[in-house]
């Protein structure tokens, strides 16, 4: 057990500066317009720095900047690219509690977790980038004995990306890696919660890129987001969030004829078959576990699985064994060790999850744990805190199909196979799922019957690099964490070369 | 008509008439879904392309302001809210998505009753 000193404080191995401008053309740059907003840290609600407010006149320097950069950053061979991806990595393994400590300070979420996930997870999804550009290899086609087709990957040049608060480095890194190894110049705004450590992250890699690929600017959506989504400079948007604004980017590229990518919500079914219950086996705790993992990052992961189906032949027990599994889940100082859950990264986002509750309440659905705003005492009483909460009710139920992005599971039963997969596939996204049985079959069909991109057989919530994410219906276009993210970043060049030396004889 | 779907508190209307000396008229859109979504979207009327897929909820009527405010949902997302009643509240907050009170460090937030039998009456069919 050990409990990380708090930045600012004495002995803290993160210090976090007093401002942060832009990062643009490899350089820190003031905002034109002069206009900074505060940036609190949901532990304790206090303010820690403050950071640049981008306008429209920010994201044209981004874009001058990336422009200047864009043609010979995607003129570099694949291995100087990926050397440098594989640099990023080592300098963050080697600061791997500094970003850890770092990422709980902004986003509220316990050390345990960004010390295990967020920042491995980052450095393996860079290095995976790395050996994906190495490996990846154009096409020919030979049309006839003297004509080829060669099928050559060109980056697109210049991108934008627009990051959420809920992973603000890995799902920064989720986006960057396949857009730098691909050869583009990036302008990239973090979300305007947790502006903050991805300059943390910068202080350790940014020299390794020449000035100008990697440009970040702050601020809020409406006043920098909106300008970088809707500008014509830019090839391609990679946006993660919700489903208005995420057809609002649609619309703005509609305008400018590039494509995007999105990540969308979710309302994730966990599903628990009546074998998981055959034996009191590591099996079955393996699957307890499953179901708490609702509460992993606070319930704010897209995947969430914030619906959990459990069949009946099962219900009453495995689901009293759940909710004293909840129960045992430590609540806390997000920057001590022991505390598997920390704080919602917001007061709205708080704020948010309680009216949810209050409506699952008047719904008629039961708290079975929880269900209440956590006053931890303390400086940890101006942070944003919410119990664990296990809701029992009916899927036509708003908790059971609106995104609470909370530590919140509504629980519901089904009979049989057929009910399950109804009752699943009755919402209107499909970005994860999980399924739980000792039967391969009926695990396997689940998972193929189910309306979703990511399907967890027998785990939850594992996100390694080399597995394909990315939504069904409602939740988004694009797949992150794979190799195939690179054609969402590339153009195919076709050349098509006649050897021939002689006239077709039309003219 | 009947019944109303959606209301806003004085909290909501003030900051509305500051937000439309800075924007120009203004709508809503109720988002679904992650990070920053399940919240009431507010833009610049027009800014936020409506079609086929949307559903007007109602128009709230603020004091000082010459034209309603527009308040929409995607029809999917309406089907499962539609039993609902939903007041647009405003709370502290760092806002989010390209909702334009965010640099005011506030969010609209969606505050929800389920709406009673007489009412569930009045409103069935009049959207759409």
Redesign the interface.
């Given at each position: 057990m050990s409990k990380y000193a708090a930045p600012g404080e004495e002995g803290s191995i993160v210090s976090y500066q007093p401002r942060y401008d832009h990062f643009i053309g490899g350089e820190y740059v003031p905002p034109v317009k002069g206009g900074y907003?505060e940036n609190p840290t949901p532990v304790t609600g206090q303010t820690f720095t403050e950071v640049a407010?981008g306008t429209a006149e920010d994201v044209e320097a981004a874009l001058d900047a990336a422009h200047g950069a864009a043609p010979a950053w995607g003129r570099t061979s694949a291995a100087e690219r990926a050397v440098i991806l594989n640099k990023m990595a080592d300098r963050m393994e080697a600061n791997l509690e500094l970003l850890a400590v770092a990422e709980s300070w902004e986003n509220g979420k316990a050390c345990r977790e960004t010390l295990a996930a967020d920042i491995p997870l980052a450095i393996d999804h860079l290095r995976y980038f790395a050996g994906a550009i190495r490996a990846q290899e154009g096409h020919l086609s030979q049309i006839d004995e003297n004509t080829v087709a060669y099928h050559f990957h060109e980056p697109l040049g210049v991108v934008g990306q627009i990051i959420?608060?809920?992973f603000p480095i890995l799902m920064a890194i989720w986006k960057l890696a396949p857009a730098l190894a691909a050869g583009n110049a990036v302008v990239l705004k973090p979300?305007?919660?947790t502006p903050a450590s991805i300059h943390v992250l910068l202080g350790l890699v940014a020299d390794l890129l020449p000035p100008g690929v990697l440009n970040v600017v702050n601020g809020?959506?409406?006043?920098a987001?909106?300008p970088l989504a809707s500008s014509p400079r830019i090839r391609k948007i990679a946006f993660?969030?919700?489903?208005?604004?995420g057809?609002?980017i649609m619309?703005y590229a509609s305008e400018n004829l590039i494509p995007v990518t999105l990540?969308?919500?979710?309302?994730s079914p966990n599903i628990f078959f009546n074998d998981v219950a055959a034996a009191q086996d590591a099996f079955y705790d393996k699957a307890l576990e499953g179901f708490a993992m609702f509460a992993l990052n606070q319930g704010?992961v897209?995947t969430c699985p914030s619906r959990a189906l459990i069949q009946r032949g099962i219900y009453e027990d495995f689901l009293a064994a759940s909710v004293k599994r909840v129960e045992q889940i430590k609540q806390g100082d997000p920057l001590d060790t022991e505390t598997m859950i920390g704080a919602q990264a917001?007061?709205?986002?708080l704020?948010?999850i309680m009216?949810?509750i209050?409506?699952g309440r008047?719904?008629g659905a039961k708290v079975l744990t929880g269900g209440e705003r956590a006053d931890l005492g303390g400086a940890l009483s101006g942070g944003y805190y919410v119990q664990p909460t296990v809701f029992e009710g009916d899927n036509?139920m708003?908790i059971f199909?609106?995104?609470?992005?909370g530590p919140v599971v509504s629980v519901t039963r089904f009979e049989d196979y057929a009910d399950a997969m109804k009752i699943a596939n009755d919402t209107?996204?499909g970005l994860g799922a999980g399924v739980w049985s000792r039967d391969t079959t009926t695990a396997y069909r689940a998972g193929r019957d189910i309306q979703a991109g990511r399907v967890w057989v027998n785990n939850y919530h594992a996100y390694p690099a080399h597995a394909a994410f990315g939504g069904y219906k409602?939740?988004g276009v694009g797949r992150e964490n794979h190799k195939m993210m690179l054609d969402h970043y590339q153009q195919t060049k076709n050349l098509l070369v006649s050897y021939s030396p002689d006239a077709l004889g039309f003219f | 008509m009947g019944g109303s779907r959606v209301d806003l508190t004085p909290q909501a209307a003030q900051l509305l008439c500051r937000l439309r000396a800075v924007h120009g008229p203004l709508m809503f859109?109720?988002?679904?879904?992650?990070?920053?979504?399940?919240?009431p979207?507010c833009?610049p009327l027009g800014?936020?392309?409506l079609g086929g897929s949307d559903v007007h909820l109602g128009d709230l009527a603020v004091d000082g302001l010459a034209e309603p405010v527009q308040v929409w949902m995607?029809r999917?997302?309406f089907e499962?809210?539609r039993h609902?009643h939903l007041t647009i509240d405003v709370?502290?907050?760092?806002?989010?998505?390209?909702?334009?009170e965010?640099?005011e460090g506030v969010?609209f937030?969606?505050?929800?009753?389920?709406l009673t039998e007489q009412e569930l009456l009045e409103l069935d069919g009049s959207v759409g």
């Open positions: 907003f407010r959420p608060w809920n979300a305007e919660q809020f959506g409406v006043e987001g909106k993660t969030g919700e489903t208005t604004t057809r609002l619309q990540e969308l919500g979710g309302k704010e897209c917001s007061n709205d986002q704020e948010k009216s949810y209050d409506i008047q719904e036509r708003r199909q609106e995104e609470i992005f209107l996204y409602q939740s | 859109h109720q988002s679904g879904g992650c990070c920053d979504g399940s919240s979207m833009f800014e936020f392309k995607s999917a997302q499962y809210w609902t709370v502290p907050g760092r806002g989010s998505g390209f909702s334009v965010a640099p969010r937030l969606i505050r929800s009753r389920l």
